[in-house]
């Protein structure tokens, strides 16, 4: 059975407010375009995908898919329902017997839902990608509810969709100048039948406004510092000074909780660490306030389009007793990255008396920093 796939990309995205296309974005590293071929591409049932786009797209295009030996690229329309069309129009030569359509911005889409499509398509021409509704549903008029619906009836139409090529066609053959769809249920139920339904995933969700993108790109990283007891009478964690009977030996104000939650947050960012920006060797730093070079390090973070979603750190210490400073310290580092002070957990326990920690030697920390990257 010949099964093809049609991805409608010639769309601007504009509810999400960038200024090229939304589902040439990146997410996670990669492309929307480039994941939601990959999906179609890794399907061993389906052997060509035609991918719709608008002319001042074709060349980014093009380059970004050229390793897809399965991708066509085919003029998109005006509108979405002119896309498909022309799709259908241009595999008409190579006959196929299905074609799943599918949102090109619903990148998640797995191999489960491509594989009960298709099955579904195989057995009754038509298989439309669905899931219950579980919000209530209700329709509106000028911001207030004038109707209830029965929800236990009701379900949300996702993609793909697919059907029997003949069919698909035929009914698209017979859509008038000003008739537009949402998708291509709407056009098969109107020229040939109601379709059939088959049960889709959360995940498959569209993304339509900018905060799909943001969700999707999550950046974690760690830091580690330690730094040895020597002469003083207190120690700086946090930016709050503690009094103790020793000091933290270090260049700067040996502020070792900072210091490790710079690092993580360097790490996530794929930034270098803490000692390329701020080298000890540098008089600069003789002395330093941590926390102003964590602020600092907000601006690295942000300077690459990120921002801090959550701090996590765990200080080991033998001595002294920290707990009653720990929620300055949250504050201070709160205050720095500019986030609410429960986006930061410092969590304080000594090392059970083992090691050089635990006789008291001096004092380490590892952090975790969650940063989001921001299109
Ligand atoms: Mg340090």
């Given amino acids: 059975m010949k099964i093809f796939a049609v991805l409608p990309a010639a769309g601007t995205g504009s509810r999400a407010g960038f200024k090229k296309n939304k589902i040439l974005q990146n997410i996670g590293g990669s492309c929307v375009l480039a994941r939601t071929v990959s999906a179609f591409s890794l399907n061993k049932n389906i052997s060509k995908i035609f991918v719709c786009c608008r002319e001042c797209d074709r060349s980014e295009i093009s380059d970004l898919l050229q390793d897809f030996d399965k991708v066509v690229l085919v003029d998109g329309g005006e509108t979405r329902t002119e896309s498909v069309r022309n799709a259908l129009e241009h595999m008409l030569p190579l006959a196929p017997d299905l074609v799943l359509i599918h949102d090109a911005a619903r990148p998640f889409v797995s191999q489960n839902v491509i594989d009960d499509c298709i099955r579904c398509a195989q057995k009754y021409g038509s298989a439309i990608c ?36 003949a069919s698909i066609l035929n009914a698209y053959r017979q859509i008038g100048d000003n008739e537009q769809f949402t998708d291509d249920s709407g056009v098969y139920a109107k020229y040939i039948a109601p379709p059939v339904l088959f049960t889709g995933e959360w995940q498959n969700r569209k993304l339509t406004f900018r905060e799909d993108f943001e969700m999707q790109n999550f950046r974690t990283g760690i830091g580690i510092d ?42 996530a960012a794929g930034l270098p660490d803490i000692g390329y920006y701020f080298p000890d ?18 601006d690295l973070i942000q300077n690459q389009g990120c921002k801090v979603g959550n701090i ?7 001595k002294p007793k920290l707990a009653p400073y720990i929620p300055r310290m949250k504050e201070n580092i709160a205050r720095v990255l500019g986030v609410p002070a429960d986006r930061i957990g410092i969590s304080a326990g000594t090392n059970e008396g083992l090691g050089s920690i635990g006789r008291g030697e001096g004092i380490t920390v590892t952090a975790n920093a969650l940063i989001i990257e921001q299109l």
């Fill in 130 to 165: 669905s899931l219950p509704c579980t919000d209530t549903l209700v329709q509106t008029s000028n911001g207030h509810i004038i109707a209830q619906y029965d929800r236990s009836s009701a379900c949300t139409l996702q993609t793909p969709q697919g059907f029997s090529y």
């Fill in 226 to 267: 330690t730094h040895a007891f020597g002469e003083g009478n207190f120690v700086v964690l946090g930016g709050v000074k503690i009094p103790h009977t020793q000091g933290l030996i270090a260049h700067s104000d040996g502020d070792v909780l900072v210091h490790a939650v710079m690092d993580a947050l360097l790490s």
């Fill in 281 to 298: 060797t540098d008089a600069k730093y003789k002395n330093a306030d941590s926390l102003k070079l964590l602020s600092h390090t907000a």
């Fill in 312 to 318: 996590s750190a765990a200080i080991v210490a033998q």
